[in-house]
């Protein structure tokens, strides 16, 4: 049960009460996964004492595992059933004892008031990329190509060969290239020249990475070249692309071609709507709000920089070496900006929409994350913590009012266009039944003069 304390502008607190009942499930859950998953010698498996278990574990290991598992669920459904969109917020549990009632509160900031304009008119212009059979034979030819084979020739190289090369120097090996997609430095110097020749490459100067590499030469022997065979576009072809026929595959791509193209259109229309949203909204951002969210940004680029093996100090001096720290960050702070402004827009449809997103379905969608990272729920959701659990039922219900918003506009759009489409058909009618007319009385003349 939640109980709202204060609200003074954007600033909340409110308090959980969690019931007795539950309290002793959630006890009963993590005694059951400690026994499974802590290995006792002495003991068969699920057949440790707790107390036993509980000095594997450590003193308060239980409690704390409890408490935990209690706050993931109730904080983000206490915040739903008093209907409060929290930025973030500082929760104070108190002790959890088997048997008794639980209880938490929670302060915290909520997003602020936000107003949209009439969003109902946007008119979406964006279409779907028309797949013709000029596009169809493009993407027949790309398969051609990445099936392509080789095979050497000996003479001077052309275009489109791909010439195998061991470069010379303490850092050189062997390898190929493929001149029809090869840099134009190497492209040229490589043109016209035979198996077995010594080649100078010029490279000019250029950035790779975080260094400058001056202009400078390398020094290449041809080993072998080879020229592309494309193969025929038949049957033999779609076999080897396991299809049936190049009939099955003509007629596969076809329909992949078009499925990716509706999606391509669905995208554009989803940002024009996205963009007259937040075009059309009235909103003061608390300057709170958008540095909570640009240090969130800047963590992410952290954690994807320490996955490269790149720390953010390193990272942060070359910037600043190369003159382009302070742009980094001006344009951090409008993507932050950027991103906070339309999870607004969307929260405030959904609200206005009276979305809501069930139990079940939440579930069911934290089921599925958790099965595509190989994870439990359970795991899931502990990794999420309390704050990152409400984040992700705020993001749930952003995109079903989005989606329920440009379903709305859409289907009026549908309706309209096969009403045109039948008010066309039946102008045509007319002409159609004169022109059957026409078409039998000369058969019936022709009939009588034979």
Do not use: C
């Amino acid at each position: 049960m939640a109980e709202l304390i204060s609200r003074e502008g954007n600033k909340v607190e409110f308090k959980v009460t969690v019931p007795a009942a539950e309290v002793n499930r959630a006890y009963e859950q993590v005694w059951a996964g400690l026994a499974r998953d802590v290995r006792v010698p002495g003991f068969r498996p699920g057949k440790a004492p707790r107390k036993v278990l509980e000095g594997r574990v450590g003193k308060g290991y239980v409690e704390q595992e409890v408490r935990d598992r209690l706050l993931q669920v109730h904080y983000p459904q206490g915040a739903r059933d008093l209907k409060l969109n929290l930025v973030d917020a500082t929760i104070d549990p108190a002790d959890v004892v088997s048997g008794q009632a639980f209880d938490f509160t929670v302060k915290g900031e909520t997003y602020p008031a936000v107003t949209l304009g009439d969003w109902k008119a946007a008119q979406m212009t964006a279409t779907s990329p028309e797949i013709t059979d000029e596009v169809l034979g493009r993407t027949l030819a790309d398969l051609q190509e990445r099936n392509a084979t080789f095979e050497s020739v000996d003479r001077a190289i052309e275009a489109t060969d791909q010439v195998t090369i061991e470069e010379q120097g303490e850092e050189g090996g062997t390898y190929p290239v493929y001149l029809d997609v090869a840099e134009a430095h190497v492209r040229e110097a490589l043109l016209g020249k035979h198996k077995g020749d010594t080649v100078e490459i010029t490279v000019p100067a250029h950035q790779h990475g975080d260094h400058e590499h001056a202009e400078h030469t390398v020094t290449v022997i041809v080993q072998d070249v080879k020229t592309k065979q494309l193969q025929e576009l038949d049957d033999a072809f779609a076999a080897s692309l396991n299809f049936d026929s190049l009939d099955r595959l003509r007629t596969d791509l076809q329909a992949e071609l078009e499925r990716r193209a509706q999606q391509e259109g669905d995208t554009a229309r989803r940002e024009e709507f996205i963009n007259h949203l937040v075009e059309g909204m009235t909103v003061e951002i608390p300057r709170a709000l958008l540095d909570t969210r640009r240090e969130s940004m800047m963590a992410e680029i952290k954690d994807d920089l320490s996955r490269q093996g790149v720390q953010w100090g390193e990272y942060e001096s070359f910037m600043q070496e190369q003159g382009k720290l302070d742009e980094f960050m001006a344009d951090l702070a409008k993507n932050a900006e950027t991103r906070v402004r339309r999870d607004l827009a969307l929260e405030q449809l959904a609200e206005d929409l009276k979305v809501q997103v069930s139990d079940a379905e939440f579930n069911q969608t934290m089921n599925a994350l958790a099965q595509a990272n190989n994870m439990t729920a359970q795991q899931l959701r502990t990794q999420l913590g309390p704050n990152g659990l409400n984040n992700y039922y705020a993001s749930l219900l952003r995109e079903k009012g989005l989606q329920a918003a440009i379903a709305g506009l859409t289907a009026p759009a549908q309706a309209d266009a096969e009403a045109a489409q039948s008010d066309e058909a039946q102008a045509d009618a007319p002409e159609a039944e004169a022109a059957q007319a026409e078409e039998t009385q000369a058969e019936g003349e022709s009939q009588n003069a034979e």
